[in-house]
Structure formats: C-alpha cells, structure tokens
C-alpha cells in the first residue's frame, strides 16, 4: 500500500501534540500537480488497488482501480483539449455526486485548467455572475434537463450582456449521461426543445441559432485516445487549480483560489483529522459542488492510501445511509452536526459498525448530547475541526486530545491562530475574541491565495500579515477554542454578547427538539432579542405551552438572559447543499438584514 503523503512532510509519527505542531511540516516540491505527481503514480505502482466505490440510492455500482482513473483521467483530458480547453481555462463542473467528477477533475488538473465545482441548486443569475465573475469557457453539468435549461438561459444572458461585442466567454456544453439515461435517450435534444420553448427573454434563441450545441461527454470519453503526454510545463505552483464561490451573510459569493500546492495541505485532514486508514475506505458527506468535497472526497485521501467512497443521492435519508456505512464496511466517516443528530433518533443497534474505526465533524459545533448518543450507539468518539472554504484544517480535535463536545479542539501545526478584542489586541483566556491567522512567519499550506479578481476584498480581510476569518471563539485553560459564532451571528441584546451555538446546545437536550436555529430579532429596548426557529421530533406537537416548556429549558441550562423570547416551530430549516444551516435566510424572512 503506498502513502506518497510520507515524501511530502517532515515526518509521520509524533509522541504527542506538542511535539506535532512544533515539528509537523509540509514539503512542497516545485510544479506539484497532484494528478501527475500522486494519482499517475499511485496507478503505476498499485494499478489494482481500489481508489473509488461509488453507489447510489437506485442501487447501481461502480468500482475504479487507479489504473481505471489514470486511463479515464487521460481521455477525459484529450476530450477537453480537442474541444479547446487549455492551460489557465476556467471550467465549472455541476456534477453532483456523479462518478465521472473524478476523472474530469484530474484531466482539469493534467491541463492546467482552472476546475470551479459547482452545485446543481444555481438559478440561472447564480451561473450568469459565476460566469461572468470567471470568465467560464465551459460547462460540465448532469444530463438534468432543468439543470441543462438553465445552463442554457446562462448562455443566452451573457450574449446579452454588455460584453457581448467582445465575445461570449462560455464557448463549450458538455452534459454527463447517468448511468440510468437510456443511451438512445436524446437528452441534449429535449434540452434544445425546452431551451427554445422559453419566454421571449431570450431573444431568438433557438437550436441552430449560433449558441454552443450541447456535447455528450461520455460518448467522447469513449472514442477519445487513451494516453495523454504530460506537457513539459503544466503549472507552477502558484497558477490556480481550484475556484471556490463561497457565500458570506453580505454581498455576491466571493471567489476562493487555491494554486497547485493546495492538495498537499490536505494531508493534515485526511491523516490527522479523519484519520483515514490505507486500504480503508472513507466518506465524506459532501456534493462535489462545495469545498467539503476537496477535504474529504479526493486529495489528502489519495495521498493517504485509502479509498474513497461516494454515495450518491437526492434527499438525505438517514435510514438508508447507515445501512450504506454497515453494507460497505466504511472505515472513516465525517458528516456535518445534523446527518449524527439524525442518525442517533434511528435505532443504531441494528446496524453493523464493526469496521467504522474514526468518525469526524464539521460545520458547526457538536451538542454534547449528540456526541454521547453517538459513542453509546458505536462506541467512537467524534473530533471536531475548525476551517473555511479559504483555509484547511485550522483547528481540530488531534489524536493526541481528548475530545471536548462542543470544542473546535487545539491549532493544527503551519497555523499561527489568536482570539482578537475590536481594538486588535490579544483576549485573555475565557474572553470572547475574532479567530485570525497570523501569516508573519508562514503561511500555512493550503491556504488561499487571496479573493480571485478582488485585491480590495482580500486586504479588507489580510492585512498586515493578519488574515481575519470574521468568526468569533473563546480560548479555556487547557488551550482548547469554542466557537461562538459568525461575527455576524452573534447577538447582542442588553448589553449582552449570545452566541448562537450555546442556545442552540441547550434547546437540542430537550427530547422535543430535533433542529433548531438561533437568530436574532430587533427590539427597541433590548436592541434584539433571541428568536429559536424548531423543528419537532417525531410525535411532538407545537403549542405555546411547548413553547414555554422550551424556553424555560434553556433558562435551566444556560443563563437566563440568552432564553429565546420568540419560538417558532417550523416542518424543516434552511440549509445549504452541504447541510449546515442558513440563518442568514431565517433573518431575511424576518426582514432583518
């Protein structure tokens, strides 16, 4: 079994967590490209051994070698070179959880192209900024016909758009065929149809009329040449690979970059954090179009020697997900806080979990309750980890640490991390300050090169060497950090600074509460006041005297002053593809901005 992550570090084994973040160091060589330097070499070494099994909720399989993913890899990459992709090209990939994003994202790597995951869930204004934003040459999307109709309606609103003397930027539509679309099934053709069918916002638009034609690339992938020659300069390790749109509570989406070198700062999540065994297998809880999929579905995985498992569905089940984890013998798991809060209202005894040895969590902290159903049910203790879209694993739950629920954990090695007061100087212990970086004496690998296209977003949050990461946490006297909250998010009501994760801990210890939210609302004599928004569990009926029943809960466990003086109990909440929750739109609805 080959760990090429071992010739990329300082060494592997450490006694303790000291002696890991004092001498724990990435080595980056130059002109890394991790298609080339760990996937071509894993396939050359090990071409039998399993890379990905991947599954869906229909029941279909598939299994790839990585001398299968070597071999797709280099015919995806003839495809997109013959049809024009070139070093530098931005391409956005809608794929979802399709098998074939693996493949096409290497073959973007072996290029030199600038891969931008996607999700599935953008409006046609959604695609139309990104594009615009990216200058997008090419689209890789799912053979979802609403999905193709509004890559479609893009296409047309950028011919319309101010720049559209000088050229559409997005020149190619390839669409992936599931493995459930009949072959003879002419799904770019019904696209075509819908397309044209549209209100008359498009203009002339119509197939035939000068926009690109919609390319099956499955069909190309199987005629395109099997070998691809690296070029003799691909990259160097500051061009972009990746582009993250990542939304905050204001403004349009930011974009993330990420150059060559960043897969190599994985090794710290998949090693440290998820603790992936070689020859395992791990699942990440992710769709490909969010940044999650980079830190559990593909490279510090690869470079650690375990497989990578996908399970690809619509609606989250959690039934049916625990049976996926016990059927395919899952070795490593990391899901956001809400999959484990459903997974513990399941029966857990029926399920076999002899082969899962660490589980992982990230997104928002972890009710102690949660943790301790979820220890009870498989006897394995969930690590926590702090990081963003811009960062990598930042602080964490180490090996080394006994884990405390509802704690971030300690600062991952390559991090200079501080809680900051307003007035920019250190809080002491116990005190509530702003998360930064300090990048005086390093950067830590994986970490972004700045807000694409923007240098005034990126010194408004990196300046003086300080990156600001505009959340808000609180240090104790084991050097272990609590997260508090967005800056954003935390709510200040006379005189008082709540922060939302504490209520929300302790309304989720009351067996009437299966999710909840905690927001604020604008009261003239408080300033704002808490707001809970409650979903029920099963058997559970809203009424006002649940609702007092919860609010003087949270009196008991908390202190009274943060007990949500508005409940409302709502069938589901908010959440974004990746699962955590939008408190941002549960404000917007209540027209708070």
């Not at 073959?107 to 931008?116: E, S, T, V, W």
């Not at 053709?189 to 549209?198: D, F, P, S, V």
């Not at 390559?414 to 005190?431: A, V």
């Amino acid at each position: 079994m080959s760990v090429l992550a071992e010739r990329y570090v300082s060494r592997m084994d450490f006694d303790s967590y000291e002696d890991f973040y004092r001498n724990f160091q990435v080595n980056v060589p130059d002109n890394f490209n991790f298609a080339y330097d760990v996937m071509d070499e894993l396939a050359e070494d090990t071409p039998a051994e399993r890379a990905l099994l991947w599954c869906d909720e229909k029941g279909a399989e598939a299994e790839f070698t990585y001398a299968d993913l070597k071999r797709l890899s280099d015919k995806a990459a003839n495809v997109l070179l013959d049809a024009g992709v070139r070093r530098g090209s931005p391409v956005m990939l809608i794929l979802q959880r399709r098998w074939e994003y693996w493949p096409i994202l290497l073959a973007l790597h072996k290029i030199g192209a600038i891969a931008i995951p996607a999700t599935h869930l953008l409006t046609a204004k959604d695609m139309v900024y990104r594009c615009t934003a990216a200058d997008v040459e090419a689209i890789i999307c799912v053979d979802d016909e609403k999905v193709m109709e509004r890559v479609d309606e893009t296409e047309a609103r950028l011919e319309r758009a101010p720049h559209a003397d000088e050229g559409c930027s997005l020149k190619l539509k390839f669409f992936v065929r599931s493995v459930h679309t009949p072959a003879d099934t002419d799904v770019a053709g019904r696209a075509a149809e819908a397309y044209a069918g549209l209100d008359g916002e498009k203009g002339d638009a119509a197939p035939g009329s000068g926009y690109s034609p919609w390319l099956d690339f499955k069909a190309l992938l199987e005629k395109a040449p099997p070998d691809f020659i690296r070029p003799a300069q691909v990259n160097t390790n500051e061009d972009i690979m990746l582009l993250y749109f990542t939304s905050g509570t204001t403004g349009m989406p930011k974009m993330v970059q990420h150059n060559f070198a960043y897969p190599l700062g994985h090794i710290l999540t998949a090693k440290y954090w998820q603790r992936v065994i070689p020859g395992g297998l791990h699942l990440t809880v992710a769709e490909t179009g969010w940044a999650k999929a980079a830190w559990g579905k593909i490279y510090g995985q690869w470079l650690c020697g375990t497989g990578v498992f996908v399970y690809d569905f619509d609606r989250f089940d959690p039934a049916a997900m625990l049976k996926i984890i016990s059927r395919y013998k899952i070795t490593t798991f990391c899901a956001p806080p809400t999959i484990y809060r459903f997974f513990i209202k399941e029966d857990m005894s029926g399920y076999d979990f002899s082969a899962l040895k660490n589980c992982t969590v990230a997104g928002e902290p972890l009710n102690p309750e949660i943790y301790e159903r979820f220890r009870e049910g498989t006897g394995i203790k969930l690590r926590e980890c702090y990081g963003q879209t811009e960062l990598t694993v930042t602080v964490c739950t180490f090996p080394w640490l006994e884990p405390k629920p509802g704690s971030m954990g300690k600062p991952s090695p390559g991090y200079d991390i501080d809680l900051l007061r307003d007035d920019g100087t250190s809080c002491g212990m116990g005190e509530e300050g702003q998360i930064v970086v300090r990048t005086d004496k390093r950067t830590p690998a994986g970490m972004f090169g700045g807000y694409y296209r923007d240098r005034e977003l990126t010194n408004s949050v990196w300046r003086n060497n300080i990156y600001y990461t505009g959340d808000v946490a609180w240090r104790d006297e084991d050097g272990y950090l609590w997260f508090v909250g967005r800056s954003d998010d935390v709510i200040k009501s006379s005189g008082y600074r709540i922060g939302p994760f504490e209520v929300e801990s302790a309304l989720h210890e009351h067996p009437a509460v299966l999710e909840c939210a905690i927001t604020s609302i604008p009261d003239p004599d408080r300033g704002a006041v808490v707001k809970a928004t409650v979903v029920l569990a099963k058997g559970w009926t809203a009424s006002d005297t649940l609702k007092k029943e919860l609010q003087d809960h949270v009196k008991k466990i908390t202190a009274p002053y943060k007990y949500p003086r508005i409940v409302e109990f709502v069938g589901e909440l908010p959440k974004t593809i990746s699962g955590k929750i939008r408190r941002v739109q549960i404000r917007e609805e209540d027209g708070v901005n």
